[in-house]
Every structure is written in C-alpha cells, then in structure tokens.
C-alpha cells in the first residue's frame, strides 16, 4: 500500500489532475466527506488528509511515503530527511513583505533602522532580513496577519500573497518579494528504497503530468 499525504483545500484541488495521471482518482471529496483516509480507484494507493504543516512530519515518520507541501511550509518547518524529487508546479504564490498603504518601507528598512515583523513564517522572516542586515523584531502569529499593521502590532508582515486582493482588502501592499513559491512532491527516503517498483512509477507519471 503506498499512502499519499495531502491537505484539503488549494493543495487537494490542484492535486486532483496530478494523481488522475497516475490512475489515482480519490473515492471521496475531502470538502465534504469528514473521512481523512481516502480510498482510491487504485487499491494500492491510498489518500490521507491532515493540516498543511503536518505533511511533512507524516512522511518524514513513515507514516505516509509521500506527500504534497508547499516551499513554504518545508522551508519553514524544515524539509531535512525528506526526499524532494519533484516541482509539481502547483498552489503557485509569492512570500512577501507587505506594509499599510501609507507606509515608508525603504525609509524604515535603512541603515540602523528596527522594523517590527508578524508572521507565521518566523524562520523565513528572520533569514530574510538578517540577509539584508535589517534588526526585525520577528513576532509568532498562526494566522490573519493582515491584521497585525492595522492594529499597531507590527510595522509590517511576511505572507504568501496569490490574488493579491487579501492584500487589498486590508489596505495593505507588498513591498518586497522574497521568493516565488509552489508545492513540491515529497519522499520518504526508506519508501523510496523498499517499494521503488511501486513509487518509482508515481513519480514519473507526477513529473510528465507537472512539466
Ligand atoms: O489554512 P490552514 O491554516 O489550514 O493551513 P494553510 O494556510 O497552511 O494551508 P492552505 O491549504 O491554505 O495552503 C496550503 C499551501 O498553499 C501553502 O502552504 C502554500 O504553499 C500554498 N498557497 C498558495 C497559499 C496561497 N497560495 C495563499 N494565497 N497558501 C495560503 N495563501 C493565503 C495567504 O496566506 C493569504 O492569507 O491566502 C491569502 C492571500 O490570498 P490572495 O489570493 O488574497 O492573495
Ligand atoms: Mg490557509
């Protein structure tokens, strides 16, 4: 049995063409089955459902032998031991800075300068500025960021942005880039190795699918 790892939502939904060019088409709709182990139209292949964050720590234990993660969350939350062979080129975005309308970011982010930064992403933030020798206070949120400016708690914010209209909404702009950002396939490395005739085949069939 190979198990799949996934998160409902952007993540699932894009899957959907990745896995159907595997011969993987799931028996129930994640959005609205509360089922978090999915069966398959392929016996050997089965879908679980769990948090965005925990892909990761599933396949890293073996309790999944691959997964689908954003970059983000395995820059951040660390993708060490996990085999990364593919860009699946999907749940496209970018992680950004982004500051109130009005805000002065050059100005603020000169020389000497301290900014106060919310984010979810701590490790990226921090990566990020100390790169550019900004001082940020880096403050730990799990999520709405897009309130911490408004209501005086950071100066600014690290967020993935797609549409760009959260950002709007909340008059807000991005003001730096710091990456573009996609989902990749990810391995457990002893799966890899003990059941090769059945991975081995998933993967060339999600690399000819996300070319
Ligand atoms: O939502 P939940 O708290 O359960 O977990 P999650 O947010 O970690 O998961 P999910 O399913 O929302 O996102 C899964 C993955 O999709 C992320 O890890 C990213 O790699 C990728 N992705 C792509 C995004 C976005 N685009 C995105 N726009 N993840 C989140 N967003 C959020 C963003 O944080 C902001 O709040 O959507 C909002 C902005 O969207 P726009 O379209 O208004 O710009
Ligand atoms: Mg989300």
Redesign the pocket.
């Known amino acids: 049995m190979i198990t799949i790892a996934l998160?409902?939502?952007?993540?699932f939904d894009e899957a959907v063409p990745l896995l159907e060019s595997a011969g993987i088409v799931a028996r129930d709709d994640p959005e609205t089955s509360r089922k978090l182990i999915l069966r398959t139209s392929r016996r050997d292949v089965r879908l679980i459902i769990v948090?965005?964050?925990d892909v990761p720590i599933y396949v890293r234990y073996g309790a999944a032998d691959l997964g689908v993660?954003?970059?983000?969350?395995l820059d951040e939350h660390g993708g060490a031991g996990l085999y990364q062979p593919l860009d699946l080129k999907i749940?496209?975005?970018r992680m950004v800075v982004a500051a109130p309308d009005g805000f002065d970011y050059r100005h603020a982010v000169k020389q000497g300068g301290r900014l106060r930064v919310a984010t979810k992403y701590v490790h990226t933030a921090r990566e990020h500025f100390a790169a550019k020798g900004v001082h940020a206070d880096v403050i730990r949120l799990h999520?709405s960021?897009?309130l911490a400016p408004l209501t005086g708690l950071a100066d600014a914010i690290v967020?993935?942005?797609?549409?760009?209209?959260?950002?709007r909404a909340n008059r807000l702009k991005a003001v730096e880039e710091i990456a573009p950002?996609?989902?990749r396939l990810i391995v457990n490395q002893a799966a890899l190795k003990l059941k090769r005739p059945a991975i081995q085949p998933l993967l060339d069939a999600f690399a000819r699918a996300a070319s």
């Open positions: 998160s409902k939502g952007r993540i948090r965005a964050t993660a954003g970059k983000d969350v749940a496209r975005c999520g960021m897009e967020d993935l942005v797609s549409t760009g209209r959260t950002l950002l996609s989902a």
